[in-house]
């Protein structure tokens, strides 16, 4: 199964990025923060166990996601 997380604020970044560290596709939607999180990855802190996602599958527009139906 695919997921696409559109709209990668705290909400959306979180549960995304949980399901990416446990190994699901997960493909982010990003706008704004596209290229810095395509050079960096993308990092969640949370009191649940902060991690790092080194390469996230990130886009920056939707019809170029795996998972949508556009």
């Given at each position: 199964?695919?997921?696409?997380?559109?709209?990668?604020?705290?909400?959306g970044?979180?549960?995304?990025?949980?399901?990416?560290?446990?190994?699901?596709?997960?493909?982010?939607?990003?706008?704004?923060?596209?290229?810095?999180?395509?050079?960096?990855?993308?990092?969640?802190?949370?009191?649940?166990?902060?991690?790092?996602?080194?390469?996230?599958?990130?886009?920056?527009?939707?019809?170029?996601?795996?998972?949508?139906?556009?």
């Amino acid at each position: 199964m695919r997921y696409g997380v559109i709209g990668t604020g705290a909400i959306g970044g979180y549960y995304g990025g949980r399901l990416a560290q446990h190994g699901h596709d997960v493909h982010f939607l990003l706008r704004s923060d596209y290229e810095y999180v395509k050079a960096n990855g993308f990092q969640v802190d949370s009191c649940e166990g902060s991690f790092h996602l080194d390469s996230p599958k990130c886009i920056c527009t939707p019809p170029t996601c795996p998972s949508a139906t556009w």
